[in-house]
């Protein structure tokens, strides 16, 4: 038989389907991963806001996570909108009660409309709690920002950024650079040396769900068994041609084209 490759997505879901645990499967869906899924939380959004937040509470959470990796299993997690500290807690109780390997965190805080999706006092929760369970924690810079404490304009921030989150406890950090001015660079730090990746900055206004669809693609790769800076070049690959390829869906921010390969 063919190896079947499994990839868990714990986060919340996007009624309008570009980001959230929907991006997340298909994210995994174009890479031939089959894809399980843990919802968080249930937001009323669309391409212009998040209008409404449904959080699940921590113990059906838990039992979605149990119910998983107990039958199925996961060669590897990826965790995006978690919300509130109970809930971090129940997803870093769980992991840790199943030996998860290979998770890769999303720090998902603000959604691309603005909205808020991390409340402000689970930040400490995230940090304290996940991070340390973390293969790699892929912060844009507002992220970055938020979990090392510090302001962020430069190339040279992004790295001294990098170096403070692995200090909490994460086995390595890309910060990504969508948010700087100029080429779209990210930094991956391992703990030893930087690595650098640079890709053309598409110009579209089709970024929903870019950050989820990132951290789903390195989660997928390392399912396959990809070493970390493969599965990171290649999931920044993935994104730049899901941006090239988009199509407007709604009036406001659409998202990728996670099929750009076609059926």
Known sequence: MTAVYKALTIAGSDSGGGAGVQADLKTFAAH????ASVITAVTAQNTQA???????PPEIVAAQIDAVLTDIGADAVKTGMLSSSPVIKAVAEGLGRHGAARLVVDPVMVAKSGDRLLREDAVGSLRNL?????SVV???APEAE???EMTIETAEDARAAA???REQGAAAVVVKGGHLPGAAVDWLYDGVSFRR????????GNTHGTGCTFASAIAANLAKG???????ERAKEFVTQALRHSYPVGRGHGPLNHFFKGP
């Open 32 to 35: 031939g991963v089959y894809g």
């Open 163 to 165: 170096r403070r989150i």
């Open 50 to 56: 998040v209008t409404a937040v449904h959080e699940i």
């Open 146 to 148: 938020a979990l090392a």
């Open 197 to 204: 990746f640079e890709a053309e900055r598409v110009d579209t």
């Open 138 to 140: 892929t912060p844009n």
């Open 130 to 134: 996940l991070l340390p369970l973390a």
């Open 226 to 232: 990809l070493e970390l800076a493969a599965a990171v």
